[in-house]
T-cell receptor
Framework: EPEVTQTPSHQVTQMGQEVILRCVPI?????FYWYRQILGQKVEFLVS????????KSEIFDDQFSVERPDGSNFTLKIRSTKLEDSAMYFC????????????FGAGTRLSVL | AQKITQTQPGMFVQEKEAVTLDCTYD???????LFWYKQPSSGEMIFLIY??????QNATEGRYSLNFQKARKSANLVISASQLGDSAMYFC????????????FGTGTSLTVIP
């Protein structure tokens, strides 16, 4: 069964460093998303991406964040200068455009900022 | 704005019994979708079931069913014949058709199945 894959599963970084989280969405999906979940809290939307551009973003997704689809398969989230409060689980998801638009999530990347 | 409320932070159920996890929502969108996800201790988010706001019948997927009461704005998840592997966090989520494709999640319910 096709699935969304995310790498790495755990990323440890120093405050102020740049990190790139990687995702390979399901191959025939056209909509891609990033969400985050701070430990013990609910899942929060960051950004959605369609047709090679951002279609929606939340207030959390400030200038420190960027997304890119560098090739035909990968979808990346970059945090330019990490802060302690960026520590969270980051989920990538993808969906087909039409119909129920069920979003399928990857297993997540746990980001720890020290 | 969309809002999802899950009022049960933790639930316990005996193995083989049925359990209902509550979810209420608030939206001004005329059309929307409701979703339930399971998050085991390993952390991944697993899609369980979907209900469209215009669907006439309650959704069912194997042991999962959704008790959708539109007038009450509730979309409770019913798990029948609970298994030990059902122990996990369960999140209710909503997507409104007038508010793009982003999901709004509730705070989750932690379900523990007791042998």
């Amino acid at each position: 069964e096709p699935e969304v894959t995310q790498t790495p599963s755990h990323q440890v970084t120093q405050m102020g460093q740049e990190v790139i989280l990687r995702c390979v969405p399901i191959s025939n999906h056209l909509y891609f998303y990033w969400y985050r979940q701070i430990l013990g809290q609910k899942v929060e939307f960051l950004v959605s991406f369609y047709n090679n551009e951002i279609s929606e973003k939340s207030e959390i997704f400030d200038d420190q964040f960027s997304v890119e689809r560098p090739d035909g398969s990968n979808f990346t989230l970059k945090i330019r200068s990490t802060k302690l409060e960026d520590s969270a689980m980051y989920f990538c998801a993808s969906s087909v455009v039409a119909g129920k638009n069920i979003q399928y999530f990857g297993a997540g990347t746990r980001l720890s900022v020290l | 704005a969309q809002k999802i409320t899950q009022t049960q932070p933790g639930m316990f159920v005996q193995e083989k019994e049925a359990v209902t996890l509550d979810c209420t929502y608030d939206t001004s969108d005329p059309s929307y979708g409701l979703f339930w996800y399971k998050q085991p201790s390993s952390g991944e988010m697993i899609f369980l079931i979907y209900q469209g706001s215009y669907d006439q019948q309650n959704a069912t997927e194997g042991r999962y069913s959704l008790n959708f009461q539109k007038a009450r704005k509730s979309a409770n998840l019913v798990i029948s014949a609970s298994q030990l592997g059902d122990s996990a966090m369960y999140f209710c989520a909503m997507r409104g058709t007038n508010t793009g494709n982003q999901f709004y999640f509730g705070t989750g319910t932690s379900l523990t199945v007791i042998p």
